[in-house]
T-cell receptor, first 114, second 112 residues
Framework: DAGVIQSPRHEVTEMGQEVTLRCKPISGHDYLFWYRQTMMRGLELLIYFNNNVPIDDSGMPEDRFSAKMPNASFSTLKIQPSEPRDSAVYFC????????????FGPGTRLTVL | SQQGEEDPQALSIQEGENATMNCSYKTSINNLQWYRQNSGRGLVHLILIRSNEREKHSGRLRVTLDTSKKSSSLLITASRAADTASYFCATVSGGGADGLTFGKGTHLIIQP
């Protein structure tokens, strides 16, 4: 158990719909990361938070993507509107107290956009 | 962008043999980490090696780091069928940027 819960585990939606992915780090941490995994591009860092504050969102592919962390135990990644090329597995991971420490990953959300 | 590049992309060996995977990277690092991913699952951390370390062991795993060549290797000794998975190296930049930069992984198959 990596101490990170993600929901839903699978999401199938149609192009143009809004998608919200959720992450709950259930153990103490200072950093929260969102990654995306595709066959073509591998694992990519999208955005990360330190103490609930977004630090670097340069990996977010487009303005259609947004992420929030309203408290230390909850984060969301939203895609609006979704497109077929957003189909991927999305992971969140926690680390701390330093951002260079080991990261503990959630099981991921497999998103399919039709 | 990819930092670590694993070699080989795929490896198939017999149970009981040793498996060696290599990783090369491009820029200076704070540390390098190896992760395992079983099919359809999340990533599991295996070992973290810091830039001032040359070798680290954990059970049947041995990791080496050569910062002059910007390369690392992961050795799994006495492989088991349960070791079948994809293995990724990931680097933490030495330049202050946070987050892991992953390679595309080595898919390891252990044949019983």
């Amino acid at each position: 158990d990596a101490g990170v819960i993600q929901s839903p585990r699978h999401e199938v939606t149609e192009m143009g719909q809004e998608v919200t992915l959720r992450c709950k780090p259930i153990s103490g941490h200072d950093y929260l990361f969102w990654y995306r995994q595709t066959m073509m591009r591998g694992l990519e860092l999208l955005i990360y938070f330190n103490n609930n504050v977004p630090i670097d969102d340069s990996g977010m592919p487009e303005d259609r993507f947004s992420a929030k962390m309203p408290n230390a135990s909850f984060s969301t990644l939203k895609i609006q509107p979704s497109e077929p090329r957003d189909s991927a597995v999305y992971f969140c991971a926690r680390s701390g107290p330093s951002s260079t420490d080991t990261q503990y990953f959630g099981p991921g959300t497999r998103l399919t956009v039709l | 962008s990819q930092q670590g590049e694993e070699d080989p992309q795929a490896l198939s060996i017999q149970e009981g043999e040793n498996a060696t995977m290599n990783c090369s990277y491009k820029t200076s690092i704070n540390n390098l980490q190896w992760y395992r991913q079983n099919s359809g699952r999340g990533l599991v951390h295996l070992i973290l090696i810091r830039s001032n370390e040359r070798e680290k062991h954990s059970g049947r795993l041995r990791v080496t780091l050569d910062t002059s060549k910007k390369s690392s290797s992961l050795l799994i000794t006495a492989s088991r069928a349960a070791d079948t998975a994809s293995y990724f190296c990931a680097t933490v930049s030495g330049g202050g940027a946070d987050g892991l930069t992953f390679g595309k992984g080595t898919h390891l198959i252990i044949q019983p």
